[in-house]
């Protein structure tokens, strides 16, 4: 059964560069048609989509993030990675890793990391 | 404000039916398929709904999902109290090029 763990500073100083990584065990982040995605929640508010990264190395950020974002992988240890540059605090929340299936939907979540931005 | 619109809250009795509905346009809920995410209080979302219409195994039959034209609709039929959870509406936006969530409903068993 695969799981997803998030990882990374749970604290980011404004104009820095935000780094998570997500941990893949009990599959591999190169096999099948998945996607890879990110998944982020303020607190008390609602789910906002960051972006996706495919096993094909495709990828697909939410346009409105997409000047700050990078998502990629890395498969010899079966991870992949969420960078957001130059983080304000708008960018404090809860960021989930998932994994998708085409038009299945994201059928897998990591459990959460909580980031926040302040000096 | 979101590109889909769900209402922040729904309320049901034990046993009863309770549908949550998620408003879009042409461009999202119109042309692709809709997913539906529950959130139990404290923990990750999971996924309840895909394609629109069908069940990952182990998500109970008590849970349907349905379209029609720019609405889709969740539907919860013999709302139980562990059924107390946010609930997210979510599909591909042909416009935005973006993958994009309803605001969430609260779901309260009275």
């Known amino acids: 059964q695969v799981q997803l763990q998030e990882s990374g500073p749970g604290l980011v100083k404004p104009s820095q560069t935000l780094s998570l990584i997500c941990t893949v065990s009990?599959?591999?982040?190169?096999?099948?048609?998945?996607?890879w995605g990110w998944i982020r929640q303020p607190a008390g508010k609602g789910l906002e989509w960051i972006g996706r990264i495919y096993t094909s190395g495709s990828t697909n950020y939410n346009p409105s993030l997409k000047s700050r974002v990078t998502i990629s992988v890395d498969t010899s240890k079966n991870q992949f990675s969420l960078k957001l540059r130059s983080v304000t605090a708008a960018d404090t929340a809860m960021y989930y890793c998932?994994?998708?299936?085409?038009?299945?939907?994201?059928?897998?979540w990591g459990q959460g990391t909580t980031v926040t931005v302040s000096s | 404000q979101s590109v889909l619109t769900q209402p922040p809250s729904a309320s049901g009795t034990p046993g009863q039916r309770v549908s949550i509905s998620c408003s879009g346009s042409s461009s999202n809920i119109g042309s692709n398929y809709v997913y539906w995410y529950q959130q139990l209080p404290g923990t990750a979302p999971k996924l309840l709904i895909y394609r629109t219409n069908q069940r990952p195994s182990g998500v109970p039959d008590r849970f349907s999902g349905s379209k029609s034209g720019t609405s889709a609709s969740l539907a919860i039929s013999g709302l139980r109290s562990e059924d107390e959870a946010d609930y997210y509406c979510?599909?591909?936006?042909?416009?935005?090029?973006?993958?994009?969530f309803g605001g969430g409903t609260k779901l309260t068993a009275l």
């Open positions: 009990g599959g591999s982040v190169s096999s099948g048609s998945y996607y």
């Open positions: 979510a599909t591909w936006d042909d416009s935005l090029s973006d993958l994009v």
């Open positions: 998932a994994r998708g299936i085409a038009a299945d939907g994201m059928d897998v």
